[in-house]
């Protein structure tokens, strides 16, 4: 079994076309587990820093750009938010610039990790923020399971929305405007989220009985590094606002 001496614990490809190779059969005779700590006093290793190095320096010039200026502090809050704003705003306009047709949009309150402060926006602060792979889906909803989405959404005390507003009143959705007109139970509504929401996360069970799905190539957070560089190229700071598109306890409409 020389031929197993010589073979880096890191290569489980080799491993196998060695064993392969071989004529013996191999079987494992003794387990000794063991756990290692990764710790501060740990000793570094000068050569896999010598390794990673150039591939960090050239991500840390990546990552510290700037790619756009907050007027003020961007965080989340329900029912309604300014981070939440932001977010489901660059996800509609990101849809429009590639002709994917939507009537509303809709993401989770939960996947908006940290806020935007105040000053520069760094490329690395919209990772913290959106840390997830996730893609843009659209699907189809009944005016019925629409209500039950809003609903949803009322009992959660807040998610992000864009083409829509409601109240909540006792944990239900109540005044629904989609695009400015009354939710019609018979209309078929197309919805823009996430692929993790359109699989039913964080609860949203609903989604599972919406039809048409479709995916898209395009990030969640890569709509959201569109739109801001996009604020920065026409010259404006990033100053998403709170405009009552989920109130509790208040009427809307013609008021």
Not at 108 to 132: H, Q
Not at 136 to 152: I, N, P, R
Not at 154 to 180: M, T
Request: some cysteine; charged content about 25%.
């Amino acid at each position: 079994m020389t031929c197993l001496k010589k073979v880096s614990l890191f290569s489980l490809s080799i491993i196998l076309v060695c064993l392969g190779s071989c004529a013996k059969k191999v079987s494992v005779k003794i387990v000794d587990k063991n756990l290692y700590p990764i710790t501060p006093t740990l000793p570094q290793d000068s050569s896999i820093l010598a390794f990673y190095k150039p591939y960090k320096l050239q991500i840390d010039s990546q990552m510290n750009t700037v790619i756009g200026w907050a007027e003020n502090d961007i965080k989340a809050a329900k029912p309604e938010g300014a981070l939440n704003n932001l977010m489901v705003d660059a996800m509609a306009k990101a849809a429009a610039k590639r002709g994917i047709a939507f009537d509303l949009v809709h993401t989770n309150y939960k996947s908006l990790r940290v806020p935007i402060l105040k000053g520069n926006i760094k490329r690395f602060k919209i990772f913290e923020l959106m840390p997830f792979e996730n893609l843009l889906v659209t699907v189809k909803m009944s005016g019925l399971q629409v209500k039950e989405l809003f609903d949803y959404i009322g009992d959660q005390g807040g998610d992000p929305i864009a083409g829509a507003r409601f109240d909540i009143s006792g944990g239900k959705a109540e005044n629904i405007l989609i695009n400015d007109k009354p939710l019609n139970p018979s209309t078929v509504y197309t919805i823009l989220t996430s692929d993790y929401v359109a699989n039913g996360g964080d609860g949203a069970l609903m989604y599972s009985k919406a039809t048409d799905r479709k995916e898209f190539p395009v990030k969640v957070r890569e709509a959201l590094l569109e739109y801001i560089g996009e604020e920065t190229k026409a010259g404006r700071m990033v100053k998403p606002k709170i405009e009552g598109r989920i109130r509790v306890g208040k009427k809307q409409g013609n008021e």
